[in-house]
């Protein structure tokens, strides 16, 4: 008995202490809970499509400048080979031509109901540029644009500024008509009616007169 008290007395000693060890709290090592994560409203799908939209359209039209680049330097070595051999040959008829691929996309996105972006490509043909049909044609998609956007501000600066520099066109009436009808949508009621009254005394025989002449018995 004397020799087995020594190990009865260290073993009530190490279960002793294994029972303190597992009494006393573990140290703080968990990590601290995930924050909750701030909600951030997410982009309209509307805005997401005609921003995608946009996207597409200025793309293509890089492509088609590109295009259009290569195809005049690979024209350059044919041009030189007339000119040095004297023939007086012509130039194909499409070289003078400026190029118009920025009007051909706007026009597709507009067909397809994407005005942003047919707005986007036609930035800077507010003013009509040079006066060309091209630039007409560019100016007028853009009131176009903006009449189907509900845009009234820039289908009235845009519209009486075509109808001054292209007075001479049939479209200049339609112009006129859209000013109008965006004026009077803006609370410009005798102002509208001052700019139908103007289109039917320049344009009296246009379809757009007519209806001007219908909007004024109405109103």
Not at 154 to 183: D, H, M, W, Y
Request: charged fraction near 20%.
């Amino acid at each position: 008995m004397p020799s087995k008290f020594p190990a009865l007395l260290f073993c009530v000693f190490l279960l002793n202490a294994c029972a303190d060890m597992a009494a006393s709290p573990a140290p703080a090592t968990q990590s601290r809970p995930p924050q909750a994560r701030i909600p951030y409203p997410e982009p309209d799908m509307q805005a997401q499509i005609h921003k995608l939209g946009i996207q597409t359209a200025r793309l293509e039209q890089q492509i088609e400048s590109l295009q259009t680049r290569v195809r005049q330097l690979e024209r350059r070595p044919a041009a030189r080979t007339a000119a040095r051999s004297g023939s007086g040959a012509a130039a194909p008829a499409d070289s003078a031509r400026p190029v118009a691929g920025g009007y051909d996309h706007a026009l597709r996105q507009y067909r397809s109901g994407n005005y942003a972006a047919a707005i986007a490509l036609l930035r800077g043909a507010d003013s009509g540029g040079n006066g060309s049909d091209d630039a007409r044609e560019q100016m007028y998609l853009l009131l176009q644009s903006h009449q189907r956007m509900g845009n009234c501000e820039s289908v009235i600066n845009i519209g009486n500024r075509f109808a001054k520099r292209f007075r001479n066109n049939p479209q200049a009436s339609e112009a006129l008509f859209g000013v109008g009808s965006c004026q009077y949508r803006m609370q410009q009621q005798d102002i509208a009616r001052d700019t139908w009254r103007k289109l039917i005394q320049t344009y009296p025989d246009s379809p757009a007169a007519k209806r001007a002449y219908a909007e004024l018995k109405k109103r």
